[in-house]
């Protein structure tokens, strides 16, 4: 568990993994919602790319603010490797919305 405070239940990371845990449901609700009706939903598309690379950033950040010692480096190699995910998708989401909303 989490080092709390009674003074302030809500740490940072408790914080965090809310957030975490919404982006991720808005991306498998959103995609889920698109993929039903494609042909009526398609300007969504962008929206659900640009939520997973959110969803992915917000999965890179604690790797990346690792600590030192044994095995940060993998941790820090793999923070980037979600980064450079998140770029991608961050591509995805602009050229899907210069297709559609063109």
């Known amino acids: 568990m989490y080092n709390r405070t009674k003074k302030n239940p809500y740490t940072k990371q408790t914080i965090f993994d809310v957030l975490s845990v919404a982006a991720g449901l808005a991306v ?48 820090k190699a793999l923070g980037i490797g979600l980064f450079v995910v998140a770029g991608i998708m961050l591509l995805l989401a602009a050229v899907s919305a210069i297709c559609l909303w063109r």
Do not use: D
């Open 28 to 75: 498998i609700g959103l995609g889920v919602f698109t993929l039903i009706k494609p042909e009526e939903n398609s300007y969504l598309f962008p929206v659900v790319f640009l939520l997973a690379a959110i969803f992915q950033c917000l999965a890179a950040v604690p790797r990346m603010m690792g600590g030192y010692g044994k095995g940060s480096g993998k941790k």
